[in-house]
């Protein structure tokens, strides 16, 4: 049996929505994780200080009794944020990031920004006073091939910000391809980049062969082995530019097996177990802490958390659930499609 103990993990990229689904998935993050920065794209989304406030109190409402756990809220970056709202939500602490969607380009995406031109207010007021800008980094233009969207969108929009505003702090949230990995490397103490836990293990083979696979359908959608390679390497050098963000996204399982199916993988429950599994085939269990637990925080200027976490290694095969049952409905939880001897000791 092998037992390794890291610093309580943060997720610095979630999806805990609202109402019966947020009570449902809250805990499966809250039992292992003790902060994460929330995604804001509710419908209506998350786009005002007032909103994040309520938001957080529901959050922290339908937290079950004795579980501890702190929502880092984001404001919905819109053509209409008020850059004064915004500076005043961050000088209370009760926002810590500002979330860009490219209008279109996801779930709920559709009050998102047409032109970085109209937010070069707040984008300024923002790298004035340090907040980081979240970036869901996929270009919308229909001609672009849904493949090459990450990249497109570093080269179009990502580094002519980043040279227009060098003191803009940025995520690249859910970096997906080898040339994301390598942009992320690069870009000094302002950038970081957050990776998912199944990005890590399933490439487009995964979602395509063998017949439509729609819970392993997520945007960005995983792209060729390659780029799964290269996220392995990122997530396990150790490099401070790297760090978790599951973005684990519920939907229940309606809305996934449909004709139209939505984008996101449910990675909440088995996300630390799968992590463990990872790194240790990748000879990297020795900086799992540093991805999961010490680089997210050192971005976000937050300290570490003092708490521990510990994992351990069991001879047979630990079994997850394969659904968690909310009052919305049945979610089905992210299958690695491998047997995971890596279980979270309580
Ligand atoms: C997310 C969601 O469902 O809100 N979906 C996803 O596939 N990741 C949105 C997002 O982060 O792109
Ligand atoms: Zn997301």
Same mark, same amino acid.
């Given at each position: ?21 947020? +009570? ?24 005002t ?8 109190d ?7 009794e004795?579980?501890?756990?702190? &929502?880092?809220?984001?404001?919905? *970056? ?12 961050? $000088?209370?602490?009760?926002?810590? $990031? ?13 009050? %998102?920004?047409?032109? *970085? ?6 984008? =300024?007021?923002? $790298?004035?006073?340090?907040? &980081? ?9 229909p ?10 969108? /570093?080269d ?8 227009? *505003? !060098? ?6 949230e859910? /970096? ?8 992320? $490397?690069?870009?000094?103490?302002? *950038? %970081?980049a ?14 395509l062969?063998? %017949? ?5 359908y997520?945007? &960005?959608?995983? +792209?060729?082995? +390659? ?10 050098? %150790? ?20 004709a ?28 799992? =802490?540093?991805f ?30 394969? +659904? /968690?049952?909310?009052?919305?409905? !049945? ?13 979270? =000791?309580?």
């Amino acid at each position: 049996m092998t037992r390794i103990t890291l610093r309580r993990p943060d997720d610095w990229h979630l999806h805990l929505r609202d109402g019966a689904m947020l +009570k449902g998935v809250l805990p499966e993050t809250a039992r292992h994780f003790a902060r994460a920065i929330i995604m804001p794209n509710l419908v209506p989304p998350v786009v005002t200080g007032d909103q994040a406030a309520a938001y957080r109190d529901r959050i922290l409402a339908a937290l079950p009794e004795g579980m501890a756990f702190e &929502p880092l809220m984001t404001l919905y *970056l819109t053509e209409g944020t008020d850059p004064a709202d915004v500076a005043a939500a961050a $000088a209370s602490g009760l926002v810590k $990031a500002v979330k860009l969607y490219p209008a279109g380009a996801t779930t709920n995406s559709h009050s %998102g920004v047409r032109d *970085l031109k109209n937010v070069m207010n707040v984008l =300024e007021k923002m $790298a004035e006073i340090g907040l &980081p800008l979240c970036t869901h980094g996929e270009v919308t233009d229909p001609q672009v091939d849904i493949f090459d969207r990450e990249a497109v969108f /570093i080269d179009t929009v990502l580094d002519p910000l980043r040279r227009r *505003l !060098p003191e803009l702090r940025v995520v690249m949230e859910h /970096i997906t391809t080898e040339e994301g990995a390598a942009y992320a $490397a690069e870009g000094g103490a302002n *950038l %970081g980049a957050t990776i998912t836990t199944h990005h890590l293990i399933i490439n487009r083979n995964h979602i395509l062969v063998g %017949g439509i696979k729609p819970h392993y359908y997520c945007l &960005p959608v995983a +792209k060729r082995e +390659k780029h799964r390679l290269a996220l392995r390497r990122a997530a396990t050098s %150790g490099n401070p530019a790297y760090f978790l963000g599951t973005d684990s996204a519920p939907h229940v399982d309606a809305l996934k097996e449909h004709a139209c199916g939505c984008a996101g993988c449910f990675t909440a429950t088995n996300t630390m177990p799968l992590l463990a599994h990872v790194f240790e085939e990748d000879g990297a269990l020795d900086r799992l =802490e540093a991805f999961a637990s010490l680089n997210g925080p050192a971005f976000y200027r937050l300290p570490a958390n003092s708490a521990t976490l510990q994992l351990v290694k069991h001879e047979a095969p630990q079994t997850f659930p394969e +659904k /968690i049952f909310t009052e919305a409905g !049945p979610v089905t939880v992210f299958n690695p499609g491998f047997p995971v001897h890596w279980h979270v =000791e309580t």
